[in-house]
């Protein structure tokens, strides 16, 4: 058997002479070869990745304290009085049944989901199949807003958020509200905003200094509070212009979401609607300046009347 060359070595070939650091060159085309050509003669080195140990990597980056994963961690959250936002589950079976009553028995919204949702959510930590979304602030309860109100010595003044989901809208109606002397705002458990940290900052610190309360249903909640002698509000169209309706006294109003505005269950439960006028082509605000336009209304009112 015939001995092969060495490619590596300078050979002779029946093209011509090969020569290892220029590659090929035909016989009467002396530096012809890829060096003469300036050409790169070899294939160049693999190159390799430094490794930096305090280079930022979101795999290992810190993990969000107001994400709780695991079934373990999250049973332990459900036992303690800790405000949960959200339970985010990718199976209903085994452990999974308990913990999924044990959320449900609370009113905790629990939201099915594909696995690789929770991967993403957990940054390839072992999740088993469950996240929980807790608050970083917590809830008041709705005694706190009657103590707040008795505490200024004034008539109950209540903002009632009906399945509002913008953080951003949820933590600039906080700032009106707190500006204008809210004592509380009212947020359903289920399809609405709670109290993140895009919301703390939205609110420009208002969110440390106003109650704000989830209930498990507004249209129940607000027949409480006509129970307690409030007066209820709809910011919605087709009723009466807000700068023409009494709202002194004791009062909550009640803001609809940024699509679907305010629900026909809630709105029937209401006991006015107040409207904004609009004459331009665009026929809708942004919750959040709709409520602050109500809001700074009531507030004229009752300093009018207080100077009266």
């Known amino acids: 058997m015939a001995k092969v060359k060495n490619r590596r070595d300078n050979h002779d070939t029946k093209r011509g002479r090969y020569y290892a650091a220029r590659g090929m060159e035909m016989p009467g085309k002396e530096g012809t070869g890829r060096a003469a050509r300036g050409e790169r003669s070899a294939r160049p080195a693999a190159r390799r990745e430094s490794f930096d140990p305090f ?22 959250i459900l036992k303690n009085d800790r405000p949960v936002d959200k339970l985010m589950v990718s199976s209903r079976e085994g452990s999974m049944i308990k913990i999924v009553a044990m959320a449900k028995e609370k009113s905790i919204p629990v939201i099915s989901v594909e696995k690789a949702a929770l991967d993403r959510i957990a940054g390839g930590r072992p999740h088993q ?33 009906d399945n509002l989901e913008d953080p951003h809208n949820l933590g600039a109606i906080m700032r009106s509200a707190e500006c204008a002397g809210a004592h509380g705002i009212i947020i359903p458990r289920r399809h609405a905003c709670g109290l993140t940290e895009v919301v703390a900052k939205s609110s420009a610190g208002a969110i440390e200094y106003m109650p704000v309360v989830k209930v498990t249903n507004i249209a129940q909640t607000i027949e409480e509070l006509k129970e307690k002698g409030i007066w209820v509000a709809a910011c919605d169209m087709g009723g009466r212009n807000y700068y023409e309706q009494d709202m002194k006294g004791k009062i909550a109003v009640v803001i609809g979401s940024e699509g679907a505005g305010i629900s026909k269950l809630v709105r029937d439960k209401c006991d006015f609607v107040v409207s904004m006028p609009m004459v331009g082509r665009i026929t809708s605000l942004n919750a959040s300046n709709a409520a602050a336009i109500i809001i700074y209304e009531i507030r004229k009112q009752r300093d009018m009347a207080a100077e009266a």
């Open 129 to 161: 199949g469950v996240v929980a979304y807790v608050s970083p602030y917590e809830y008041a309860e709705m005694e706190d807003i009657f103590a707040l109100a008795e505490e200024r010595g004034e008539d109950p003044f209540i903002i009632i958020l």
């Open 55 to 76: 280079e930022k990597n979101d795999r290992f980056s810190e993990p969000d304290p107001n994400v709780i994963i695991g079934r373990n961690p999250v049973t332990e």
